[in-house]
């Protein structure tokens, strides 16, 4: 009998009662006599995982398509993929939420995304029960139902499920990594990150910013080695304790950040364009057998323009693009490959089940048209010519960039839809790949049955011999939602047990049933034109599809078949309103601030990486910094006070004996205030009075959204300089003394350490 045999043999014997976690302390069975030489000493054991438990590795990457991988018949290799899938099992039927904090809510915690208060992204949270980001105490997930059964738990990489207002070093920390199972954190905080210079966490605390992308740095190789590194921690000081390793990768959510080297191994591979490789890619996957011969290719989008009818240096830029997607995809299979064989090599082969999602949701089509690299400072695409010029530097720190939309969708063969549509599968279906050593007998196989996120923890748990726990800490759990698929291990052709799944994200609405399923599309997901007038829900149009003879979606039969379109329309609504998906589309108000109602901001020397929702929001709004600092008689230079970074923020310094105030948006100095007299040794007040231009209005206050302001720089009370610019708001760190992270001037390096002294730092909004 194998490892895992014997751990589901042990499951049919678990008891029946609901389990309570933690789990209670067994009486004391030792001796107490007032002599200790009558008494006998006993220890509580801790909590101990069932016997033969195995570890659990669960990777998952972001806004990639079901194409894009070698494994699933796409244009990039993706050898690490490919090993581990000829040694476990592909699923072809694997079902995501459209978006990556409602994924990510929904993998963890084994619930729909909207019932733990993820229909929508943290930063666009609100006021409802589905959409306030506030992960309930109800529904602990699986990092937490391990550690209370004796597994040790770590979490790397892309972090998004924590509230805006409570990401600072202040807490509560009860909704971080650390406050919800994981024992430690390694990673960043947010929807995405530079992956050349990005702001991390490690548990709760902010990081020294790493060596420089000079320097060889790369994020994901950085998050790679703590991982392997905690692994080998873990495994010389504990014996025999299973491990629960996530590890979420940044790739391929933008900006796509890659070492050149990688991007050049796909020089010229995509000249023919999106839509030979979409066809290319269709085929491979007919051959490789992850789609039914019967599968059509669904047309390009209406938005979306054919490869020919572009000129040829439009070609030329785009296809680097892809050429900068490519290696961002295959650095990254590289990496979590050393991260699997380090696992291995840490003799981690049959008592390791790795679940493998290479996507948190479609891939996303908000590159626009022609992409995001070189912007004007109004967040505008500049001239072809001039991001042309900058052919080489895609993939560096310099840009914030993302591959045209029509890459996504050449990613992402067969389906339509992509990121943000809920209503077909290219937003919703995501590739899997399972590994089981001793578990799985077809190794290399293909399994079709319907899964979804909701069902990974129901699987892991019956994996672990554990059961769902019904309280934990005195608190009422709600029950999983979904169903495990270690059935599909042995029986692959078995029937699917997850019959019933609802989606929704921006008012786009998807429903399955048993094989049927009806959608009603809202937006483009292709950032293409303006938005549509509103429409109410009710009045929104709806289609069908019958995937167990359409796999793609390519015949809407919602016309030839009103019955069953009006019986899914129906269903979806009872589901919403089970999971607080209503009110639809619920408006972007205020949220709580983790500043309430401050209006002066106080700061010291050293005070550092200070995140921006902690910090005072500037841009569009008038307000006044005031810098009071000593000049040594040796001189001083440096930053003062930084915040943001090189895509947008402010930054206040000492060059050459004179005060410098500077903006930048979009990679772009946005406006510069320099004193015309160097500053004589002495205490100085520096004062920037900021106000927005125009007619007195405070513009967007919005994320880095330029905004036209008028700033007087006064020293010693004296006008030294005034001059119109533009701000943008950015989601790097504030800094004392220093600008971390990424700089806000190209006129500087980081850290650019300020050499006087800093009695204080003011900021007054106003």
């Given amino acids: 009998m194998t490892r895992f045999s014997a751990v589901l043999a042990a499951c049919t014997l678990a008891v029946s009662s609901a389990q309570v976690l933690p789990k209670p302390e067994p009486p004391f069975q030792g001796k107490i006599d007032l002599n200790p030489h009558n ?8 909590a101990t995982a069932p016997k033969g438990a195995p570890n659990v590795v669960l990777i998952l990457w972001d806004d990639t398509g079901f194409s894009a991988t070698s494994t699933y018949g796409g244009a990039t290799p993706t050898p690490a993929l490919d090993q581990l899938a000829a040694g476990g099992l592909r699923y072809n039927r694997f079902h995501v939420t459209p978006m990556c904090s409602p994924s990510r809510a929904a993998l963890l915690s084994g619930r729909n995304a909207h019932q733990v208060g993820f229909g929508r992204i943290s930063e666009l949270a609100a006021g409802y029960p589905g959409y306030n980001s506030l992960w309930p105490k109800t529904s602990v997930g699986i990092a937490e139902a391990l550690r209370l059964n004796g597994y040790s738990t770590a979490a790397f990489g892309k972090w998004h499920n924590t509230p805006v207002w409570e990401t600072t070093p202040a807490g509560p920390f009860d909704r971080w990594p650390i406050g919800l199972g994981f024992e430690y954190f390694y990673g960043f905080i947010g929807p995405g990150s530079s992956l050349w210079e990005p702001t991390l966490y490690r548990n709760v ?15 994901t ?3 790679v080695d703590d991982a392997i590194r905690w692994v080998r921690r873990h495994d ?4 025999g304790k299973p491990f629960f390793l996530y590890f979420a990768a940044a790739a391929a959510h933008s900006p796509y950040h890659v070492p050149k080297q990688w991007v050049d191994k796909f020089k010229g591979k995509f000249d023919d364009g999106w839509d030979k490789m979409r066809e290319e890619t269709f085929k491979r996957q007919k051959e490789l057998g992850v789609i039914p011969v019967n599968a059509e290719l669904t047309p390009r989008p209406k938005e979306l323009a054919a490869w020919d009818s572009l000129r040829a240096p439009e070609k030329k830029l785009l296809a680097r693009q892809m050429e900068v997607y490519a290696g961002f995809v295959a650095h ?4 979590i490959g050393r991260l699997l064989d380090a696992i291995r090599a840490a003799g981690h082969v049959e008592d390791t089940i790795v679940f493998y999602i290479a996507s948190d949701n479609g891939p996303t089509g908000e590159g626009g048209a022609g992409g995001r ?10 001239s072809l010519d001039e991001r042309w010029r ?4 895609l993939g560096s720190e310099l840009f914030d960039n993302a591959p045209a939309g029509a890459w996504a969708w050449a990613t992402n063969a067969p389906f339509q839809g992509a990121k943000q549509d809920a209503s077909h599968l290219g937003g919703t279906r995501a590739p899997m790949v399972v590994s089981a050593p001793g578990r799985i007998r077809s190794a290399g196989g293909l399994r079709s049955q319907f899964l979804h996120l909701v069902d990974i923890a129901p699987t892991i748990f019956e994996l672990a011999g554990i059961q769902a726990p019904s309280v934990v800490n005195g608190v009422k759990q709600m029950p999983l939602e979904g169903a495990s698929f270690a059935y599909t291990f042995d029986h692959p052709e078995e029937a699917s047990r997850h019959r019933v799944q609802y989606f929704e994200i921006f008012g786009s609405r998807g429903i399955y049933k048993d094989g049927w399923w009806a959608g009603s599309p809202y937006r483009s997901p292709w950032n293409e034109g303006p938005n549509p007038p509103p429409v109410p829900p009710e009045q929104r149009s709806w289609v069908l599809y019958n995937l167990d003879q359409d796999f793609s979606q390519a015949h809407d039969l919602s016309r030839q078949n009103l019955q069953k379109l009006e019986e899914l329309k129906a269903l979806f609504d009872a589901e919403a309103r089970r999971n607080n998906v209503y009110p639809l589309e619920p408006g972007f108000g205020p949220q709580p601030s983790a500043t309430p109602g401050r209006m002066r901001f106080v700061y010291h020397e050293g005070d550092r990486l200070i995140p921006a929702s902690a910090a005072p929001r500037v841009t569009g709004r008038s307000h006044r910094l005031t810098a009071d600092v000593v000049i040594p008689v040796s001189g001083a230079e440096g930053v003062i006070v930084a915040q943001g970074g090189r895509y947008g923020g402010y930054t206040l310094y000492i060059k050459d004996g004179r005060v410098t105030y500077e903006t930048s948006a979009y990679g772009h100095l946005t406006g510069s205030l320099v004193s015309p007299e160097a500053l004589a040794p002495s205490k100085v007040s520096l004062v920037v009075e900021v106000t927005p231009a125009g007619s ?8 880095r959204r330029s905004t036209a302001m008028l700033a007087r720089l006064l020293v010693n009370g004296k006008l030294a300089a005034e001059s119109r610019l533009l701000m943008a708001g950015s989601g790097d760190t504030l800094d004392i003394g220093s600008d971390l992270v990424s700089p806000v001037s190209p006129k500087y390096a980081c850290p650019f350490a300020f050499t006087g002294k800093i009695e204080s730092i003011t900021m007054d909004l106003l």
């Fill in 39 to 46: 008494s006998t000493p006993d220890w509580p054991n801790p």
């Fill in 221 to 223: 190789t950085d998050l």
């Fill in 390 to 393: 900058q052919y080489d530097a």
């Fill in 332 to 335: 990254t299979d590289y990496e």
């Fill in 205 to 219: 605390n902010a990081v020294e910013p790493p060596a420089r992308p000079k320097d060889g740095y790369h994020l």
């Fill in 236 to 239: 010389a000081i504990t014996t």
């Fill in 373 to 382: 690299d070189a912007l004007t400072a109004e967040a505008k695409p500049q």
């Fill in 696 to 703: 007195g209005e405070e513009g967007q206050r919005g994320f």
